[in-house]
């Protein structure tokens, strides 16, 4: 495979960015506006894998999850993930064995008056940076599902938009030193992740994990007489609509991170589309055959899963492989996810109703890998796997920290008397179907 999507943009293209081309700023300012489908997906999904007594509560903590994260960051947390504006000091950087070393961005916060006077470039940044501090927040929500507060959800929001997303975003997006590793020493284009799969989807997931240690899991989930007890989703029509309006937005959400944080030719957008669908594709017929093979018919919630994953692994590498390989890689997302999600249930008795460590942490993952796998620039590979180590290494202690001091100040779990109400009735005093008899466990009785 010696052509790839990855052509940085001649140097008429990049002056058109540079520029602030209003053509090119029209398309761009398009696709972010598509990209909340993205957001709306995936709180449908995470709606209908959670229980029927718990489904308003989800969606409306979804929304207010979104809403705190983005008020948090405009406040917060834009000056540090910098952007970067022209004739301001954009970065703060310390030389290490001779290189700089681009660790926190120091530009004017979205409410500095200065913001307004931004490159169009740098604005379009911020607000696909906006989007994706509150896409981080809902996927830590899907896992706590049915027994985390919502208060508690949006503190966690609030706690990842200002002080770790920011970060995150400041190395990979910003600027810093993990997107510095092709300058100062020759990796690739040093590390790569256009459509988030690191910067949004690896950190929920990681966020996901910490989640469900501290809030453990559902009552009656985990029998001490038996093995794992089968809480299907409740509306598997929400999850499967939610999969296809995921797809409206990650179309649009890797093509226009190719465009902002790649600066990739204009003429590469239809490849970046087409791998984002062949991912997302692959891994659902695979996903479709594991699931039939194991239990003599498919499964429609752990296939609507692997087409998720696949969408994860486009993040990465949708805009730097060739469309053979965005198949290939999401084959494999298919193939693991499914049998993923019952070791970690069965075997390792986490409590994930949404599957988000399996979607979004280690299909993330794979999709980073795969990006350097595939990638036609000498050192790539080695690029990602410092910055997948940056992550297991660095953030997922960082939030485990966090997080278990957040619960201490604001506890996650709702109290075992709200668990069997439900949490519809429990924070929001009616249910997301009134004209219904809702379900209750045996194990409440």
Request: aromatic share 8%.
């Amino acid at each position: 495979m010696n052509v790839s999507p990855l052509i940085q943009a001649s140097p008429a293209q990049a002056s058109l960015m540079q520029a602030g081309s209003e053509s090119t700023f029209a398309l761009i300012f398009v696709l972010l506006l598509l990209t909340p489908l993205a957001i709306a997906g995936v709180a449908l999904i995470n709606a209908g894998l959670g229980r029927s007594r718990s489904a308003a509560q989800s969606l409306l903590g979804c929304m207010l999850i979104v809403a705190a994260a983005v008020i948090a960051f405009v406040l917060l947390g834009s000056g540090l993930a910098g952007a970067g504006l022209a004739g301001h000091n954009q970065a703060a950087s310390f030389i290490l064995a001779g290189k700089p070393w681009n660790w926190i961005g120091r530009g004017p916060f979205v409410l500095d008056p200065r913001f307004m006077g931004a490159q169009p470039e740098v604005q379009l940044g911020v607000l696909l940076e906006c989007l994706a501090a509150g896409f981080v927040g809902l996927i830590p929500w899907g896992a706590g599902a049915d027994r985390w507060r919502t208060v508690a959800g949006a503190a966690a929001a609030v706690v990842l938009a200002v002080l770790v997303f920011p970060l995150l975003a400041h190395w990979t997006w910003g600027g810093g030193w993990l997107a510095q590793l092709g300058t100062n020493f020759g990796l690739g284009e040093g590390f790569v992740d256009g459509g988030g799969a690191a910067t949004i989807h690896v950190l929920g997931g990681l966020s996901a994990l910490a989640v469900i240690w501290i809030a453990g899991p559902r009552k009656g989930k985990f029998p001490r007489e038996g093995l794992a007890t089968a809480m299907p989703g409740h509306n598997v029509i929400y999850v499967l609509f939610g999969c296809l309006v995921a797809l409206v937005g990650w179309l649009a959400w890797n093509a226009a991170g190719a465009l902002l944080w790649q600066h990739a030719a204009l003429a590469t957008l239809a490849v970046t589309a087409i791998n984002t669908l062949l991912a997302a594709s692959g891994a659902l017929a695979s996903a479709f055959a594991v699931t039939w093979y194991r239990f003599g018919k498919p499964d429609a919630s752990l296939c609507a899963n692997g087409w998720l994953a696949g969408l994860v692994t486009s993040s990465a590498c949708a805009a730097v492989v060739t469309p053979g390989a965005a198949l290939f890689t999401g084959l494999v997302a298919g193939i693991f996810t499914p049998l993923l999600v019952e070791v970690l249930e069965l075997a390792l008795s986490i409590d994930d109703p949404t599957g988000a460590l399996s979607v979004h942490g280690a299909a993330g993952l794979w999709g980073l890998f795969a990006a350097g796998l595939f990638a036609p620039r000498a050192g790539q590979l080695l690029a990602q796997l410092v910055g997948m180590a940056t992550l297991l290494g660095v953030f997922l202690p960082l939030v485990m920290a966090l997080f278990v001091l957040l619960n201490r100040l604001v506890r996650f779990r709702v109290d075992s008397d709200g668990e069997r109400l439900g949490m519809d009735l429990h924070e929001l005093g009616g249910g997301a179907y009134p004209e219904f008899v809702v379900h209750r466990d045996e194990s409440y009785r």
